[in-house]
């Protein structure tokens, strides 16, 4: 602790020299609104988006919208925070449509950009709706919401839903898979999108039947849309016997005019998903995944001819995944996200052609929207020193401007230092590339405690982000070095570099981790190679318990391991855990059938143990279930290592909220002052 004493004092006097800079802080983190859902008005002059900002005293956040010019001059708080707003939706007359609580259960809202006043309140439907759309007429929206599906009508699930809370038996009678899901018990329901004219009292069932619209697995809001001309209904169902083993979505395109309906993607067996039509209803667009079970496949843009049935593949020939696009206003352009290195840059597609050329580079770009007229993109740009901000792009010029900023106030005496890569030759022979955060106040001359840090997913990678809650700039603000390797599994790489992690999850990543620990003492002279910490979670968890039982292997020991939410025992994840797929995947089928689920098992190494670990786990957790964390802190305890666990009873795979993450932050950080501190 006298150590830490030093490293805060120096950052005081660093600051003084700095003109009162200051380091980020746990403040700063939970301060900053959390810009999201950007949606361009139909005339093209205004952007309206939602705005989460933590209320850390109720343990839980608040979001409102907010309004700003596409000119970058005027910013404007919408609503008056009573209630939670969001997922903004334009109406083709300009009138602003939303979600809101502010009357209790979340209902479509509407509010006149043109000539503000009241809120009006659009929708009363039993129960709230989570997010909604338009259709064509502009009289009818359509929701997904949860429901029994033996229900003959939309008031009867209502009944239904009523009873079975009321009901003062709690037992579950289980039948089949996916009974619960990341953090929710299923209950026997699935997710339909019904039509609704607002003041009726009339409920269509879009998606009728024992299946799930959007799909649980790997679906979402944009999974379900009507076209411009009314005449298509797109959506997407995974229809197959045991959904937990499944990746299968397909999209589904229904003819408003006669009723028929088919399944456009049903020769490929992997996931379809994301429709999206063009401009003038000629054709459908959707992302598609090939292998069927993974989940990380890489993402193409696939197109489909509404009048012949026609299919091409529009970005075979591309490197990377695809995130998400949009159409040009012209139809014969797409413009997409893609991951490439430590960024997710903006490209444009020539559809008849199919080239494709880079258009905004060495960004961390979402949420991609394209004004009315067509001549800008609007998206949202973060990187390590700025949280999401809203940005546009000049088609024409190429030139991009900054529309808000809305956290520079609250930032303005933070000193961060922007993400700086490098490469070394890891696994294969192949390169690995990593980023390092330097610490506040950075001196060359000083030696820096390191603070190494492994990503989940296991196909997830480290970017140019200011993430909410793994924070590149936070950990390193009490005077820590950080790095981050983009190990062999991660996007951003081409595919095969992403496949290589698959059956190999203590192999060719670990020995990237190895050699890229090593890489970095010995590269940068202001690393300490004698106080190194190391952190991950969900798979960079996995690898803090499986680093626990290998760590002779690294040149340079790491003082202490911070395990958030990792599998310590692979066999009894397999049998606790929801998405079996996944599993089935990674380890080359189950446990009965495969030997990798023993030969990747940290809980095999337990003997070797002796690094100091902090154990986090969360009880809602059922991606990684509580039990995983529970059976590493015992054989920690009774192995005799050094060893501390932080429970969470309410929270997920994620800790968000306010007050737990400011434990979390606090407890790390304790943990890594008190290991790294001169013995």
Known sequence: MKKLCI??????????????????NYADLFGVGRLSSPAVSPDGKWVVFA?????????????????????GRTLKKLTDGQGD?????FMRSGLLTFVSTRGGDPQVCSLDLMNPGEIQTVTAIAGGVSDFIWLSDQKNIAFAKDIDPQAKSFA?????????????????????????????WRDGKRSHVFQHQPGSTEFVDLTPGDFDTPPL????????LFSDDGLWFAYVKNTDPVVAISTNNDVYLRDARNGQEKNISSDNLGGDANPVFSPKSNCLAYLSMRRPGFEADKKDIILYDLKTGARQNLTAAFPDTIASFVFGADGKTIYFIAAESIYEPIFKLHIASKKIEKI?????????????DGKFLVYLVQNVTLPQEIFKFDLRRRRQTQLTRFNQELLRDVQMNRAETFRFQGAKNEMVEGFLIKPPFFSPDKKYPLVFLVHGGPQGAWTDDFHYRW?????ASPGYVVAAINFHGSPGYGQAFTDSISGDWGGAPFIDLVKGQQYVVETFPFV????????????GGFMMNWIAGHSDEFKYPFRCLVSHDGIFDSRSMYYSTEELWFEEWEHGGTPWESALYEKWNPANSVDKFKVPMLVVHSENDYRVPVTQGMMLFTALQRRGVKSKMLYFPDENHFVQKPQNARLWWQTVFDWFAENIADK
């Open 528 to 539: 300490d190679g004698n106080k190194i910490v190391a952190a991950g979670a969900s798979y």
């Open 85 to 89: 707003h969001s997922h903004p939706r």
């Open 360 to 372: 905004v580079p060495a960004v961390n770009a979402d949420a991609l929207q394209l004004t009315p």
């Open 7 to 24: 490293i805060l004092l120096g950052l005081f006097l660093a600051a003084t020299l700095w003109g009162q800079k200051r380091a980020l």
């Open 471 to 475: 924070n590149h700039s936070l950990f």
């Open 156 to 184: 009867e699930a209502v009944d239904m839903e009523k009873e079975r809370e009321s009901s003062k038996v709690k037992a579950k009678v289980l039948t089949s898979l996916f009974f619960r899901y990341w953090d929710s």
């Open 217 to 224: 697995d790997l679906g979402g809001s944009q999974d379900y």
């Open 51 to 71: 705005v989460k900002v933590p209320d850390i005293a109720a343990n839980a956040f608040h979001t409102d919208l907010y309004v700003a010019d596409l000119q």
